[in-house]
Protein backbone atom coordinates (compact mmCIF):
# COMPACT_ATOMS: atom_id res chain seq x y z
CA UNK A 1 0.00 0.00 0.00
CA UNK A 2 1.57 3.34 -0.87
CA UNK A 3 1.97 5.85 2.14
CA UNK A 4 0.38 9.17 2.18
CA UNK A 5 4.06 10.89 2.44
CA UNK A 6 5.08 9.32 -0.59
CA UNK A 7 2.22 9.81 -2.46
CA UNK A 8 2.27 13.75 -1.94
CA UNK A 9 5.63 13.97 -3.09
CA UNK A 10 5.03 13.30 -6.77
CA UNK A 11 5.73 15.59 -9.08
CA UNK A 12 2.57 16.48 -10.39
CA UNK A 13 -0.09 17.87 -8.25
CA UNK A 14 -2.02 15.80 -5.89
CA UNK A 15 -5.33 16.51 -5.04
CA UNK A 16 -6.46 15.39 -1.83
CA UNK A 17 -10.11 15.38 -0.46
CA UNK A 18 -10.32 14.76 3.33
CA UNK A 19 -13.83 13.12 3.70
CA UNK A 20 -16.77 11.46 5.55
CA UNK A 21 -18.96 9.13 4.52
CA UNK A 22 -21.51 10.46 7.07
CA UNK A 23 -21.04 13.94 5.39
CA UNK A 24 -23.77 15.37 2.75
CA UNK A 25 -21.22 18.06 1.34
CA UNK A 26 -18.76 15.55 1.06
CA UNK A 27 -21.01 13.23 -1.14
CA UNK A 28 -21.64 16.44 -3.49
CA UNK A 29 -17.82 16.58 -3.91
CA UNK A 30 -17.75 13.06 -5.37
CA UNK A 31 -19.05 13.91 -8.78
CA UNK A 32 -17.00 16.96 -9.11
CA UNK A 33 -14.21 15.22 -8.47
CA UNK A 34 -14.87 12.45 -10.81
CA UNK A 35 -15.39 14.99 -13.55
CA UNK A 36 -12.59 16.93 -12.44
CA UNK A 37 -10.31 13.32 -13.00
CA UNK A 38 -11.69 13.26 -16.70
CA UNK A 39 -10.95 16.78 -17.31
CA UNK A 40 -7.58 16.78 -15.81
CA UNK A 41 -6.12 13.01 -16.74
CA UNK A 42 -2.73 12.48 -15.90
CA UNK A 43 -1.75 15.60 -15.06
CA UNK A 44 -2.92 15.44 -11.44
CA UNK A 45 -3.58 12.60 -9.01
CA UNK A 46 -7.07 13.01 -6.91
CA UNK A 47 -7.38 10.47 -3.88
CA UNK A 48 -9.58 10.96 -1.12
CA UNK A 49 -8.82 10.38 2.37
CA UNK A 50 -11.62 9.23 4.70
CA UNK A 51 -10.91 10.74 8.00
CA UNK A 52 -13.06 8.34 10.16
CA UNK A 53 -10.19 5.54 8.82
CA UNK A 54 -7.44 7.92 8.65
CA UNK A 55 -7.85 9.80 12.25
CA UNK A 56 -4.18 10.33 12.84
CA UNK A 57 -3.43 11.52 9.13
CA UNK A 58 -6.55 14.15 9.61
CA UNK A 59 -4.98 15.26 12.83
CA UNK A 60 -1.39 15.46 11.84
CA UNK A 61 -3.20 17.76 9.09
CA UNK A 62 -5.65 19.81 11.50
CA UNK A 63 -8.45 18.80 9.38
CA UNK A 64 -11.45 20.11 11.68
CA UNK A 65 -14.40 20.06 8.74
CA UNK A 66 -15.22 17.76 6.15
CA UNK A 67 -14.95 18.01 3.36
CA UNK A 68 -11.30 19.66 3.13
CA UNK A 69 -9.11 19.79 0.02
CA UNK A 70 -5.93 20.32 -0.03
CA UNK A 71 -3.05 20.53 -3.13
CA UNK A 72 0.11 18.94 -2.40
CA UNK A 73 3.17 19.17 -4.82
CA UNK A 74 6.57 17.63 -4.50
CA UNK A 75 5.54 17.28 -0.57
CA UNK A 76 4.40 20.70 -0.25
CA UNK A 77 1.22 22.05 0.47
CA UNK A 78 0.20 24.01 -1.57
CA UNK A 79 -3.32 25.43 -1.56
CA UNK A 80 -6.22 24.41 1.15
CA UNK A 81 -9.59 24.77 1.61
CA UNK A 82 -12.70 23.57 3.32
CA UNK A 83 -16.34 23.45 1.79
CA UNK A 84 -17.38 21.71 -1.58
CA UNK A 85 -15.29 24.08 -4.00
CA UNK A 86 -16.78 24.86 -7.74
CA UNK A 87 -15.13 22.83 -10.71
CA UNK A 88 -13.97 25.20 -12.76
CA UNK A 89 -11.51 26.56 -9.46
CA UNK A 90 -9.88 23.10 -9.04
CA UNK A 91 -9.20 22.51 -12.18
CA UNK A 92 -7.49 26.00 -13.00
CA UNK A 93 -5.82 25.31 -9.59
CA UNK A 94 -4.58 22.05 -11.10
CA UNK A 95 -3.42 23.83 -14.14
CA UNK A 96 -1.58 26.14 -12.14
CA UNK A 97 0.56 23.72 -10.52
CA UNK A 98 0.65 20.88 -13.19
Not at 13 to 25: N, S
Request: a negative charge.
Amino acid sequence: MEKFEDIIKSEKPVLVDFFATWCGPCKLMHPVLEELHEKVGEKARIIKIDIDKNEQLAAAYNVRSVPTLMLFKDGKLEWREAGVQPIAKLEQLINQYA
